[in-house]
């Protein structure tokens, strides 16, 4: 199984970026996804999650309104559309796959990608 994010980047503050999470190796309609980010010596931090159907989302209230989480299952790919960045969004941002459901806990979820930095300069 192997998750891999993409799209990171420096940006302004105000700007957008849209990160791509690929799935292989798993049947991706099966599975919930998440967003999580992390900055150095914090915990990793829910952002966004969205059910194998793609029917239901969750934001973290920090990200609501300015994040959108939406997947292609044909494509196997999960994306977060994030718009109005500004400096506190800087972080490696991680996609997560778990079997069945979408969770805002990262311990509940089983298989990680690798991460992407996003750095928002003000």
């Known amino acids: 199984v192997q998750l891999q994010a993409s799209g990171g980047g420096l940006v302004q503050a105000g700007d957008s970026l849209r990160l791509s999470c690929v799935i292989s190796?798993?049947?991706?309609?099966?599975?919930?996804m998440g967003w999580f980010r992390q900055t150095a010596g914090t915990e990793r931090e829910f952002v966004a999650a969205?059910?194998?159907?793609?029917?239901?989302?969750y934001y973290a209230d920090s990200v609501k309104g300015r994040f959108t989480i939406s997947r292609d299952n044909a494509k196997k790919t999960v994306y977060l559309q994030m718009n109005s960045l500004k400096p506190e969004d800087t972080a490696v941002y991680y996609c997560a796959a778990e079997k069945g459901w979408a969770t805002t806990r990262a311990d509940l979820y089983t298989y990680w990608g690798p991460g992407t930095q996003v750095t928002v300069s003000s």
């Open positions: 969205i059910t194998w159907s793609g029917g239901s989302t």
């Open positions: 190796g798993l049947n991706s309609g099966d599975y919930g």
